[in-house]
C-alpha cells in the first residue's frame, strides 16, 4: 500500500477493531507463564552461594523472562491451529485475528536471539547457552516436535518450564551443582501431576485439538496411576532438596506439610474411578490441580526465605 | 496525498506506539546500567595475557 492510500475513503472506512495493540504483542509472551518463569529463576540466583550485583540480577532475571516470552511466542506461531479449536487458548492474539503468524514468529526469533545474547553479555556464557538451549528445547523438541506425537508431551514440556531456577543459579555461579539440578527436578516432576489433573476435568478441549494426553489415549485410569507414581517421585525428591545448601529449616517444615497433602491427594485420585469423580463434578481433582498452584510457589518460597535467612546470617545449617 | 498530521491512525495507534517507545527507553537505561555497573565492578578491563602478566612481574 503506497502512502497515498491511506487517506482514501476505502482505507478509512475499514473496520479496526480488530488491530493489534501493544498488549496483544506482550500477550504473545506469555504474562502468567513468565510469572513463574522470574519467580524461580529469581530463587535460584538468590538461594546461589555467590553474590551478584543487585543491578546485574535484575538484568539477568529480565533477560531470562523475555527469553521464556521469545519461546512463548513461537509456540503460539507454531500452534495457532490448535489454539483455534481449543476454548482455554481460543482468544489468543493469533487465533484472534490480532496479530498475524509471521509477526509472532518474528518478535519470537527477535527477542530470542536478544535475551540469550544480553543475558550472555551482562551475566556469563555458560548462562545464556542453558537459556538459548531452553528455548530449542521448548519450541522445537516440545512443540514442534513431541506435543502432538507421544502422550508424554507433558512430560517433556515440564522440562523446558524447569529450567528457570537452574539458569538463576547458573548465573551467580557460572555452573550447574546438585542444589540448581534438584530445583530442576522440582519442577520438572510437579508439572505431569499438575497437568493431569488439569486433564481429568477439562477432557474436551485436548480430544478436540487431537493433542495426544495421556487421558485419552492411554485412558483416564492410567493417567490416575501415572499421578500417583510421579507424585511419589516428586515428594523424594522435595524433601530431599531440603538437605542441600539450597534447603533449610522452613523448606523443610513447608515440604514436610506439603508433600502429605499432595500424596494424600494423588491418593484419593487414584483411589476414585469416573463414577465418583462425575457424582462430586471432579472436585478432587480440582482440589488438587489448587493444592498444585500453591505447592510450587510455597516450595520456591520457602528455599528463598531459608536463603535470606542464611544471608542475614539466621541459617541454622550449610 | 501524504499523510495528514492529524490523521485518524495517529490517534489509532497510540497506544501501541507509546508501549514500543517507553520499552525501547527502558532498554536504553537498562544499558547504560549494566555498563555503569560492569565499569565500575572493572568487568570491561579486558583481561592480559599470561606472557605479557609474567613479563611486568
Known sequence: ??????????????????????????????????????????????????????????CAILFIAVGGGASGALNMWWDADIDAVMKRTARRPIPAGKVTGDEALGIGLALSGFSVVFLGLASNWFAAGLL???????????????????????????????????????????????????MFCLTFMWTPPHFW????????????????MLTVTHGRRSARNHILVYTVLLAVLAI???????????????????????????????????????ADNFGVEKKFFKLSLLYLFAHFGAILIDAVLTRLGMGIWA | MSLNKQHEIHTRRFGRNLGVGLTLG???????????????????EPSRAPAATEATQ
Open chain 1, 197 to 212: 489433573a488439569l486433564a481429568l476435568f477439562i477432557r474436551k478441549d485436548y480430544d478436540h485439538a487431537g493433542v495426544p
Open chain 1, 240 to 278: 530431599a532438596m531440603a538437605f542441600t545448601s539450597a534447603g533449610g529449616p522452613v523448606y523443610l517444615a513447608v515440604a514436610l506439610v506439603l508433600n502429605a497433602m499432595f500424596v494424600k491427594g494423588a491418593f484419593d485420585i487414584w483411589r476414585r474411578d469416573e463414577d465418583m469423580s462425575e
Open chain 1, 132 to 182: 538459548a538451549f531452553t528455548i530449542f528445547f521448548y519450541v522445537v523438541i516440545y512443540t514442534m516436535w513431541l506435543k502432538r506425537w507421544t502422550p508424554q508431551n507433558i512430560v517433556i514440556g515440564g522440562a523446558a518450564g524447569a529450567f528457570p531456577p537452574m539458569i538463576g543459579w547458573a548465573v551467580a555461579t557460572g555452573g550447574i551443582s546438585v542444589e540448581s539440578v534438584l
Open chain 1, 1 to 58: 500500500m503506497s502512502d497515498a492510500s491511506i487517506n482514501s475513503p476505502d482505507f478509512q472506512g475499514q473496520a479496526f477493531e480488530s488491530e493489534a495493540q501493544f498488549s496483544d504483542f506482550f500477550a504473545l509472551l506469555k504474562p502468567r507463564v513468565m510469572t513463574l518463569v522470574v519467580f524461580t529463576a529469581a530463587v535460584g540466583l538468590l538461594a546461589a552461594p555467590v553474590s551478584v550485583h543487585p543491578f546485574v540480577a535484575f
Open chain 2, 26 to 44: 527502558a532498554f536504553i537505561a537498562i544499558i547504560f546500567g549494566l555498563t555503569v555497573v560492569k565499569v565500575s565492578q572493572g568487568d570491561s
